[in-house]
C-alpha cells in the first residue's frame, strides 16, 4: 500500500503558505535548504518523532547558507526542545523559535517560519 | 503628565563604555525615574570596537552589535544616532547637536572616547589613507584594498599590529612603520619586542622600526602611492593606515571650560564627576584620579559602574582610583601579555627570562628581592597568563624559574590555580575573583562552568580567563563532594568508551537503540545531540564488520548521525562551499593522476593547494558539483582521502633506500602498504602517520599517531606523537620490527586505543592518560590476553574497507541529499560566490552579509 504524497510547506512573513517539497524528500534527523520567493532560504528539518521544522538557512555567526546542514538534537540546554548545531562554529538554535541558545541575543536569532503538511 | 518633572539625563557618546553605562543605569533603576537622552555621533548604536577586525572576515554590524535587542525601547531611552553634541552651555544646562537639536539636562554624562591621532606628515590627508577606529573605516580600507597590492600601517602599537593583521588578511603585502625601536613599546620590553617581530615577520609583515614616516607619496590625482622614510627608504604602497597612538575626544568639555589635563583628558574625580558636579565623564575621553587616560575597555567599564551607581546615590559604588591595565591579546596569531610592573621599574627588582628565538617565545618574570612577583611579559607563550596576573603581589609557590619555563617545558609540579589566594583576580574583565568564583559554587549552586558564567560573568569578556576558571569549577565542585559528571553529554552518562564496550558487548547497531536503552532517562526518546551522535556513528562504524552493522556511513539510520562533512565527504569551508582531498597513499602519485587533479580543479575552478600532508586540496566546490567531480576522480582512480573523517589521514613517507643515498628501508612502500591497511578507519580522533628511510627523519614520523623509522634491522615504531596546538614527540614502542611483526603490533596499537580513547582525544592525550608502560604491557606484552581480539576486529575492518565515494556515485538515491535546495535542484547557491585572488579564486564574503531583499523579507 502507498501512502498519498504529502505535501510540506511553510508560512511566509507574507501570511502565504509556501509548498516547499514532498515530505518523501526529507531523511528524519536531518535538513534539506529551501529557495524562497524573493531569494531568502529556508533551513528545513524532519525529526526522528516526525515533527517538521523551518528556520532562516543563514548562520548569523558566520553569514554562510548552512544551517540546513547542521545536526538535530533535542537533550541539554533547551528543556528538550529540537535544535539544530550549525556545521561551521557549532552553535545551537532553537528549531520552534530560531533563538540561538548559546547566545541569546535577538542579534544572534534566525527567523522561524511555521510549517504544516498537506495531503494531495 | 505627570507633575513632578522627570529629571533629565542625557549622555554624548554611544560607544561601548556609554552602552555598559545604560545598561548599569537600567539595573539601578534610574532609568525608570529619569527621562535618558543618547547621543551618538556613528550612524549606529553601540557595537563591540575590540572585535572591529572580525569585520574584515565577514562578522556583520549587526553581529557586533552591544545592544541587546529591545533594550533602548524596554527601558524608555531615547536614542539619537548620526547626531553629535556640537556645543556644551554648562551654564544653562544645555547641549546643541549638529541637527540643531537642543536639550536641556540635569545630569550629563560625556562618553565620547578617543580619535586616532595622525602625526602630521605631508600628504596625510591623500585619497588612501585611513585610521582604523569605526566600522566606516573599515569599509573604506576593504574598499580601497581590493585595487591596492601593498598597505602600509604607521605605528607598531596593539592598534596597529591589529590593522596590520586586518591587511595581511585582505590579502596586501604589509609593512608596519614603527617610530620606537620595538614593537608594542607600551607593553613590552626590548626581548620581548625582538620575538613579537620575529613572529610577526614570520607571517610575511614587513617591519619597520626605529624610523618614522616622512611625507606620503601620491600621484597625479592625489591618490597614495607609497610613504619615504626618515631613513631614506621608501615603500610602494596604495593605502596607508595611520595608527600611531589615540587622543581623548575632550573638545566639548575643554570649550565649556571644564580642566581636562596635560596631555588630555577630562580630569574627573574618583566617582568620575567633573569639576562640575552635573557633569561626568567616563571611558578614554576621562582623565581618571589617579591621573591615567585608560585606553582599554575593562578600566571604561569600572567608570561606567562608578558614575552609573554615584548618579543613583547608591550605598555600594565602588570608587574608581586606577585599574590593571594587564593585557593578554592574539596578534597576528602571536599570544602577547603583559601584566603588572611589566618594564621592572621597582627599585631592586630583578628580571627572570626564558627566551627561544627560534620559536619566537619571549617570557620574563619581575620579581622583587623577596620573591614578591611583580609583573611579566610573555610572547609567543602566554599559556600561563591566567595563572600568573592573580599572583601578582603575592610570592608564588614555585621558583621564578620554573614558573618562566613555557608550558611544554615546565614541571608538572610548577603550579595550578589551587595556590592562587582568594583575593585573586581571575577574570579581569568583569573583575571576578577567585574566592568569588568559589562561593558560586559552594554557594551559588552552580554547578558548570556555564552556570558560573551566568552568574558571575567571569570569562564573558575577552576569554582569556576561562581555562583558570574551568579548573578552579571542577576543583571546588570535586572539594564539595559533587561527583563531576563525566558523561559524554547531556544524553549519555556513560564515556566513550563505555559505550564502545557496550555497542560492542551487545551488538547494538543503531543509535535508536543506543539512546533509548542506555541513554540518561531524560534523553531516552529524544532526538539524541549533536556531541553523541557523530560519537556513536562513529563507534558502531569502527565495530561495523564485527557487529554486523552495515560499514557504508551514510545510509538509513547513520545518515542522521554524521558530522556534516562526513555526511557530504567533503569539508565545509568558511562560505558554505566544501573541500576535496583525494587519496595519495604515501604521497606517491603519477603524472597521470597529477594531471587529472588538475583537469578537474580547472574545468570545475577549484583553488588548488599543496597540504601539509603530501597531497593536494581542492577548495571551492559547491554541495552540487561535488558528485561530478568524484566522478571524474573515480574514474581515474582516486578513491576518498577521508580529510573528513575522524579517521585515518595520510601516511606521509619520505623517499627512503630507494633513491635516497642515506636510506636504509623502503620507506615508500611501507607507508603506502600502511595508509591501504588503515584507511577508512574510523576512530575516536583523526589519525596520522609517517614512515622515514632513516635516522634522518625527513618524514617527521616523530610527530606522528603512529610513526615509523627504519633502522639496518628493520622499524622502529614510536606511538603517541601529535603536531598541531600541543606538539608532542612520539614514544618509542618496540624496536627493530619485521614487516610483519610492525604491522601486527600497529594493529594491536590501534584498535586499544579505539576502544579505550575518550571523544576527540588524540593518541598522544590518550598515552600521556594510560602511561606508556601500560600500553606496552597490553599490546606487546599481550598482559590484558585482548591482542588476538584486537587483531581479528582490524582484520575485519581491513577486509570490509570500500571507498566511500565510489559506492556513493553507484546509487542514485544517495546522490539525492547533494543539492543546494530540495525545491530547486538545479539552481546553485547564489551566496556560494568567489572572486579571484593570485590567479585563482578565495571566498566572496560579502555576498554572506544579509542582502536588502532578505532582510526586508524579516
Ligand atoms: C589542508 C590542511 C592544511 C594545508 O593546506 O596544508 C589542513 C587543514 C585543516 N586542518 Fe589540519 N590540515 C592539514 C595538515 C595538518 C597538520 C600537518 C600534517 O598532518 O602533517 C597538522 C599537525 C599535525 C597533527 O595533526 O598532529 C594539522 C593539525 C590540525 C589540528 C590540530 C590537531 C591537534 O591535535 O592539535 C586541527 C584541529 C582538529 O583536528 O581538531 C586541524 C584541523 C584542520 C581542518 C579540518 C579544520 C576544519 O575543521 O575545517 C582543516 C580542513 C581544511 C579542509 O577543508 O581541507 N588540523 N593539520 C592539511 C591537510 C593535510 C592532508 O593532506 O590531509
Ligand atoms: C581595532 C581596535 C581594537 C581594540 N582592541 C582592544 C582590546 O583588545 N582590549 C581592550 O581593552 N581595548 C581594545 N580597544 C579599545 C576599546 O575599543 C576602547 O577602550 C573602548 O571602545 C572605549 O570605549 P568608549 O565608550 O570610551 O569609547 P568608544 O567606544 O570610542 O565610544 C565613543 C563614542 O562616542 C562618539 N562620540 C564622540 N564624540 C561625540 C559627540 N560629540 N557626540 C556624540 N557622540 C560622540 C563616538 O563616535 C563613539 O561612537 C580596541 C580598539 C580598536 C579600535
Ligand atoms: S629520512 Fe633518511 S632515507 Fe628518508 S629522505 Fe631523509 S635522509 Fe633519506
Ligand atoms: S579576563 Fe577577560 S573574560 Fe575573564
Redesign the interface.
Known sequence: MSTPPTTLELLLPDGSWFPVCDLAALTPGRGVAALLPGGAQAAVFLDGRGATYAIDNRDPFTGARVLARGLLGSTGGSGGGPFVASPLLKQRFDLTTGVCLDDPSPDRAVTAYPTRRTTN | MSPARKPTLVLVGHGMVGQRFLEQLADLGVTRTARVVVFGEEPRPAYDRVHLTSCFT?T?P??L?LV???FLATHGIETHTGDPVTALDREARTVTTASGLVVAYDTLVLATGSYAFVPPVPGRDADGCFVYRTIEDVRAIEERARTARAGVVVGGGLLGLEAAGALTGLGLTTHVVEFAPRLMAVQVDDGGGAALRRAVEGLGVVVHTGVGGQEITTDATGAVTGITLSDGSSVAAGLVVFSAGVRPRDALAREAGLPVGERGGIVVDAHCRTSDPAVYAIGECARAADGTVYGLVAPGYEMAATAAAAIAGAADGRPFTGADTSTKLKLLGVDVASFGDAHGRADGCLDVVYADSRAGIYRKLVVADDGTLLGGVLVGDAESYGLLRPLTGTVPPAAPEQLVLPAGLAPPTAIGPAALPDDAVICSCHNVSKGTIRAAVAEGGCASVAEVKGCTRAGTGCGSCVKVLGQLVNDELTAAGVAVDTGL???FAQTRQELYEIVRALRITTY?ALLDGYG?A??RG?????VC??VAASVIASLAPSIGADGYVLDG?Q???Q???D??LAN?Q???SYSIVPRVPGGEITPEKLIVIGEVARDFGLYTKITGGQRIDLFGAR?DQLPRIWARLVAAGFESGHAYGKALRTVKSCVGSTWCRFGVQDSVAMAIDLELRYRGLRSPHKLKSAVSGCARECAEAMSKDFGVIATAAGWNLYVGGNGGATPRHADLLAQDLSDTGLVQLIDRFLMFYVRTADRLERTSVWLERMGLDHVRDVVVDDSLGICADLEALMAAHVAGYRDEWAQTLGDPERL??F??????PD?P????TFTPERGQIRPD?TA????T??AT??
Open positions: 565577514g556583520t549587526e553581529a552589535s541587546p535587542d529591545g553529554c547531556g544524553c535508536r540518561r531524560e534523553a529524544g532526538e539524541g545531540c549533536e551522535k557523530p539510520e545518515a542522521a548521525l558530522d556534516t562533512n555526511h557530504f565545509m568558511r562560505n558554505g554541495v539525492r541529499r543539492v543546494s535546495f530540495v525545491n530547486a539552481t547557491d547564489p551566496t556560494v564574503l554572506l552579509a544579509v542582502p531583499a532578505e523579507a524579516r
